[in-house]
């Protein structure tokens, strides 16, 4: 399940439901460009060093984590509005990159914060 939420979220209080539901959480906070965002994807994931700071290797980087992972499992992507604001293409390809991984893994749920 992927969705998109406003900027008035408590995201502690998102965390706690998504923990109680039994799904794993991991928060990547975005940055105002796609370099800083794709890093902010590679650190909170602990990506291998081997990715290539692209969309496709982010892909292939989450699509491996998917499959690796036990039970479910949720990516917050917080401060996404930042990289919306400075770098619409940009924004538009990592959300298409967690939509494909959303369809292809139903264990996994995508939740992205707008502010």
Do not use: Y
Not at 43 to 63: I, S, V
Not at 72 to 83: K, Q, R, S, Y
């Amino acid at each position: 399940m992927m969705r998109v939420l406003g900027d008035k979220v408590d995201l502690d209080g998102l965390i706690a439901d998504a923990v109680e539901e039994g799904r794993q959480v991991q928060v990547v906070r975005g940055g105002a460009t796609k370099q800083a965002t794709l890093e902010a994807f590679s650190d909170a994931l602990n990506f291998p060093e081997w990715f290539g700071m692209n969309l496709d290797a982010l892909a292939d980087c989450l699509d491996t984590l998917a499959r690796d992972s036990e039970g479910e499992w949720e990516i917050v992507w917080d401060d996404a509005a930042a990289l919306r604001e400075a770098d619409p293409r940009a924004a538009a390809g990592i959300e298409s990159v967690l939509a494909d991984l959303d369809e292809d893994h139903p264990a996994v749920h995508i939740t992205i914060i707008n502010r």
